[in-house]
T-cell receptor
């Protein structure tokens, strides 16, 4: 099993709809979870982080964490064409003292 | 400005050249990373330094040689590269301990090997 797993996509969502991105991880001891957005040819930028079970909202973004099921998700409400990018899930692996990234999900918002 | 600065932003080098990529972080972090990202491919972790000690080397060829002289600086020395090494090389830093362990990336160095 990959340490951090994401569906590579592409995920196509109509403008204005909700985009849902999912990520699973293998280390039960992980405490910190991050979502990064990467535009083509650019470096990843941090958009959300979550440490506790439940939901965390920031503007149009909501991160959801379920430690028992070992998954973390990102919801993007009122999707805009500018949201089209690759979204990377990252997990802090305390057992290895490093951040592990998933391979990313490519999101495309169609007008 | 993310607090992580990489130079140069673009580099074209021949297969017989020797060059170095530089990364500097101003965030007080104690862990630094080198990633490689080839076109339309996911991030590949190359090296991890924690407290200036190399803690991971992900089977990277010896033509890539990292150096971490202190917690703020990270280098990637390149020699006798191959065209398939052309990629975006990203540096990142994070705090090794505590909750705020998110990684911040530099803008990357776009490397082309000719």
């Amino acid at each position: 099993q990959k340490e951090v797993e994401q569906n590579s996509g592409p995920l196509s969502v109509p403008e204005g709809a909700i985009a849902s991105l999912n990520c699973t991880y293998s280390d039960r001891g992980s405490q910190s979870f991050f979502w990064y957005r990467q535009y083509s040819g650019k470096s990843p930028e941090l958009i959300m982080f979550i440490y506790s079970n439940g939901d965390k909202e920031d503007g149009r973004f909501t991160a959801q964490l379920n430690k028992a099921s070992q998954y973390v998700s990102l919801l993007i409400r009122d999707s805009q064409p500018s949201d089209s990018a690759t979204y990377l899930c990252a997990v802090w692996y305390s057992s290895a003292s490093k951040i592990i990234f998933g391979s990313g999900t490519r999101l495309s918002i169609r007008p | 400005e993310t607090g992580v600065t990489q130079t140069p932003r673009h580099l074209v080098m021949g297969m017989t050249n020797k060059k170095s990529l530089k990364c500097e972080q101003h965030l007080g972090h104690n862990a630094m990373y080198w990633y490689k990202q080839s076109a339309k491919k996911p991030l590949e972790l190359m090296f991890v330094y924690s407290l200036e000690e190399r803690v991971e080397n992900n089977s990277v060829p010896s033509r890539f040689s990292p150096e971490c002289p202190n917690s703020s600086h990270l280098f990637l020395h390149l020699h006798t590269l191959q065209p398939e090494d052309s990629a975006l090389y990203l540096c990142a830093s994070s705090q090794e301990r505590g909750r705020n362990t998110e990684a911040f990336f530099g803008q990357g160095t776009r490397l082309t090997v000719v």
